[in-house]
């Protein structure tokens, strides 16, 4: 129920309000630290990985960093190259503590890429393991299960291409040329 006016709350309007919470208590600082750990991505391949419905936000995020011109690939795609020096992983987890995306954390650390992580946990396996990090405060939702973290880490993400697109001569130009013409 709306306080205000006694009225069921409507959905949309609910999931507005709650990721306009989550987006608003982010500090700048932080999302400022996040977007500056992508400055040298261009030197090499950008990986994105996420189980479930965070793979599927990792996955949206893979395409339009590859519409940026960037070499971009989502983990388990039958086309990723192996994960080398200069490259980076970028893994979407909620929990911070998935074991499949902590292996794949190990591997890319100890293969001398750079790790960074999406997460709404302080304290994780994988927040230790990250080269960078933000925290999405995303814990409260009425929503089911970890919704408003895959909204919210999609939306940073996408914030991120943004941010990306200010150094392209055309971005708009970049991006239309790299959208697929096969549909």
Not at 23 to 31: I, N, Q, T, W
Request: hydrophobic content about 40%; overall charge neutral.
């Amino acid at each position: 129920m709306d306080q205000s006016t006694g009225r069921p709350v409507d959905s949309w309007h609910l999931s507005g309000t709650e990721l306009r919470s989550v987006l608003a208590a982010l500090p700048v600082d932080e999302y400022d630290r996040f977007v500056s750990c992508f400055d040298d991505v261009a030197g090499g391949r950008l990986f994105l990985s996420g189980q479930g419905r965070s793979g599927l936000a990792a996955q949206m995020a893979a395409m339009r960093f590859m519409h940026l011109g960037l070499t971009a690939h989502f983990v388990g795609e039958a086309t990723a190259p192996s994960v080398r020096s200069g490259d980076t992983l970028v893994i979407v987890s909620g929990s911070g503590r998935t074991p499949v995306s902590v292996g794949f954390a190990r591997i890319a650390r100890s293969e001398g890429a750079k790790v960074l992580l999406v997460t709404h946990q302080r304290k994780s396996p994988l927040r230790d393991l990250a080269h960078g990090s933000v925290v999405l405060p995303a814990d409260a939702s009425r929503q089911f299960g970890g919704t408003l973290f895959e909204q919210s880490a999609l939306i940073l993400l996408d914030s991120v291409v943004l941010e990306l697109m200010r150094g392209l001569p055309d971005p708009a130009g970049t991006m239309s040329h790299n959208h697929t013409n096969l549909q």
